[in-house]
């Protein structure tokens, strides 16, 4: 799950290099933390969150095939 956040992540962003996922297991659920360098976060989250949902959409879908529940922030 984390590599495909930043894999995602990556190729939308201008500078890759700052770009770093934390995974923080939970009881229930798994928490991944995007970290972006400040430049590239409009990037990362899109005109009104649509590019964030995207993301969202697509781990969920991801962690529901291993049936675990992923929840993807941006920081």
Do not use: C, F, W
């Amino acid at each position: 799950m984390t590599e495909l956040v930043e894999y995602i992540a990556k190729a939308l962003v201008d500078h890759p290099e700052n770009v770093v996922v934390n995974q923080i297991e939970g009881e229930q659920s798994v928490i991944l933390e995007l970290k972006v360098d400040p430049e590239d976060m409009g990037k990362v989250i899109g005109k009104q969150g649509r590019i964030a949902k995207a993301i969202r959409t697509v781990v969920k879908a991801a962690a529901a095939k291993e049936g675990k529940r992923v929840v993807v922030e941006i920081i």
